[in-house]
């Protein structure tokens, strides 16, 4: 920021900030966290192949010894027990990884919603002290109001968020659904995003709309459409460029298309992407904010709508593509 109180103020927070531990860590420290989480894996991992190579052993002992002596009935119910067992350590190894996959995102999820509320609420207080300390002119206060509405409005929505989570499958029920033209609920939604990270609409957004409905409650669209938004504002170039394009299909469909410009998401983690908690890098190394919420968020209601959310590349330059895809139809 320009002025000097603005700068000492950001000096003081980031001193704060690494002092309590949120920031990223050393090289070093990453490199223990990460032997670490590999060795909560390992033990269950091991166990199982152990377990799993000794009821292999067993079973082909088993087999060899019964076929040897005629015991044929045995054989047969032997070696179903054998399978069962073995099918049964199968099972007991993937749920476990899951488990402790699931355990480590809640971690991960933690470690970044205290960063999130950390952030917010340790700027406000230094602005607070600041104002209170140092007499400043009238255009630096109005600055620093300007930013302390922001980190408030950042810190509402992260609270928003997760309350919004505990609730998703009841949310908006005490409204009557209704039809819902898309295009000005999508430019809203695009303009609150803008609004909160200070960005200017007409030069981070390009629409391309084709007139739609949609038959819902409204607050579920806004949900919808303000975390993908945030999403590729977020996961964008420095310089966020966002193409929005909707299109009605013959078959009482309508697909909605947030094109950003960023790196893109790897195909092998596009089905984790909407998993609860996860998050696309890892909390370590972080560089972007966030909890791992809002495609969690997005996909669930989506479902809800009896629609399907998907990614892609985009064909004509680097950056993702989310479709959303739920019924409507055409405005007359």
């Known amino acids: 920021m320009s002025s000097t109180g603005h700068q000492q103020v950001d000096d003081?927070?980031?001193a704060e900030l690494s002092a309590t531990g949120t920031q990223p860590r050393s090289g070093k420290t990453l490199q223990l966290m990460r032997k670490v989480r590999r060795g909560r894996l390992r033990l269950p991992i091991t166990l199982s192949v152990i377990l799993m190579v000794m009821n292999l052993a067993l079973?082909?002992?088993?087999?060899i010894l019964a076929a040897q002596i005629y015991w044929w009935t045995a054989l047969a119910i032997?070696?179903?027990?054998?399978v069962l067992i073995l099918v049964g350590l199968s099972l007991y190894l993937v749920l476990t990884i899951k488990e402790v996959r699931l355990s480590q995102r809640q971690s991960d999820f933690i470690d970044s919603v205290t960063h999130e509320l950390k952030t917010p609420l340790a700027s406000l207080r230094l602005y607070l002290e600041t104002l209170q300390m140092r007499t400043l002119s009238e255009e630096q206060r109005v600055e620093f109001y300007a930013t302390m509405k922001t980190e408030l409005e950042r810190l509402d929505h992260l609270i928003s968020?997760?309350?919004e989570v505990k609730r998703l499958d009841a949310l908006g029920m005490e409204t009557d659904p209704e039809d819902i033209l898309l295009e000005p609920l999508v430019r809203h939604c695009a303009r609150v995003e803008c609004t909160r990270r200070q960005l200017e609409v007409d030069q981070v957004f390009e629409f391309d709309f084709e007139p739609a409905l949609i038959h819902t409650r409204r607050i579920l669209l806004e949900m919808i459409f303000r975390n993908v938004i945030d999403n590729a504002i977020k996961y964008g170039s420095s310089e966020p460029q966002i193409l929005?394009?909707?299109r009605v299909s013959k078959g009482g469909r309508v697909i909605t298309r947030v094109m950003d410009n960023g790196e893109g998401v790897d195909p092998e983690i596009r089905k984790d992407i909407f998993k609860i908690f996860y998050r696309g890098e890892s909390e370590l190394e972080r560089k972007k904010t966030g909890t791992g919420l809002g495609l969690y968020i997005v996909r669930t209601l989506v479902h809800l709508l009896k629609g399907k959310v998907t990614v892609h590349d985009r064909l004509d330059q680097p950056g993702s593509v989310f479709a959303i895809d739920l019924p409507g139809r055409a405005e007359e």
């Open 12 to 14: 003081q927070l980031e």
């Open 161 to 163: 968020q997760l309350l």
């Open 78 to 82: 032997g070696t179903v027990v054998f």
């Open 59 to 63: 079973m082909v002992f088993w087999i």
């Open 244 to 246: 929005v394009q909707v």
